[in-house]
């Protein structure tokens, strides 16, 4: 199977190239800073790179024009502050790639016959009550005395989907993968992230620890790709994710028992939605 991943650079992308390659498939990544790797592969299961700036089209469109499938993951990383430059970044991005891809599906003579689109579990309301599925889950944004930035995430996701289903393309099948956290070995990843601030001693509850955690881990992401990619019956929005979410407070603890750290020192959320320890005081 012939696959170009758009954003295929970043943390995800890189474990989907990698694993799609030694199960045999071309994987192209389509990626900003590409331009030098542009050419064939230089060995087995590694994927050509092909530079493209994820907003207007150009000779990066070509490549997905006679390909089987298009996995688009681009957009601005969200582990960072939540200022409002940042949360442009994630919106433009995220929105302008989308389209993009659209419009080289949209022109291409032979066009992809499933598009996997990236999104986001975040997209959900924060509830206790029931799980959020795919027919009856409730969208986010508007539960009592949501803060500003948890709102603003919600928006930058449904305009993310949005910009998947105005895209005009009739014979290819469009799946939005509404993936939760991927645990994975990879630096850099969320796990690695837990794994730092828990081996600092920063491990604890956050705002009490009563909301879930949804989360899947990374081999597990790659089989949910590969199934979606083969199912023509599968369309639209696809939760992504293991069916046992945590509390953040068992999932803290479970992970400082593995490393034997003792302390998580717990933290309060302040109005912008950064995290603040107990006691530790604010610099």
């Known amino acids: 199977m012939k696959v170009v991943l758009p954003g295929g650079s970043g ?8 694993e799609l390659g030694r199960r045999g498939h071309e994987v192209t990544v389509l990626s900003r800073g590409g331009t030098a790797r542009n050419g064939r592969a230089s060995g087995l299961g590694v994927p050509r790179v092909v530079g493209w700036d994820g907003q207007k089209l150009g000779p990066w469109a070509g490549e ?7 996995i688009n993951l681009a957009g601005r990383s969200v582990n960072c502050r939540y200022t409002h430059a ?11 790639s989308t389209r993009a891809v659209g419009r080289a599906i949209e022109g291409a003579a032979l066009p992809p016959r499933v598009w996997l689109q990236a999104s986001t579990a975040t997209i959900y ?3 206790f009550d029931a799980p959020n599925d795919e027919l009856t889950g409730r969208m986010g944004g508007d539960e009592p005395d949501v803060p500003a930035y ?14 998947l289903d105005e895209a005009k393309t009739p014979v290819t099948r469009k799946v939005a993968l509404r993936a939760a956290m991927v645990m994975g070995t990879q630096r850099g990843g969320v796990l690695d992230v837990l794994v730092r601030l ?23 992401f790659v089989r949910a790709v590969e199934f979606l990619l083969e199912r023509d019956d599968l369309r639209g929005a696809v939760n992504v994710t293991a069916p046992a979410p945590l509390p953040q407070r ?3 603890a479970g992970l400082r028992s593995a490393l034997k750290v003792p302390v998580g020192l717990p933290a309060v959320l302040t109005e912008e939605g950064e995290g603040v320890s107990r006691g530790a005081g604010r610099r």
């Open 86 to 96: 940042s949360l442009k970044a994630m919106l433009d991005s995220r929105v302008d």
């Open 150 to 163: 948890w709102r603003r995430s919600i928006e930058i996701a449904s305009a993310w989907e949005d910009a």
């Open 125 to 127: 309301a924060h509830r």
């Open 250 to 252: 068992e999932l803290m």
């Open 11 to 18: 943390h995800l992308g890189q474990l989907l190239a990698r």
């Open 64 to 70: 997905l024009d006679g390909a089987d499938a298009v």
């Open 198 to 220: 828990a081996r600092l001693g920063l491990g604890g509850a956050i705002a009490g620890g009563r909301q879930f955690v949804s989360w899947i881990h990374e081999r597990d």
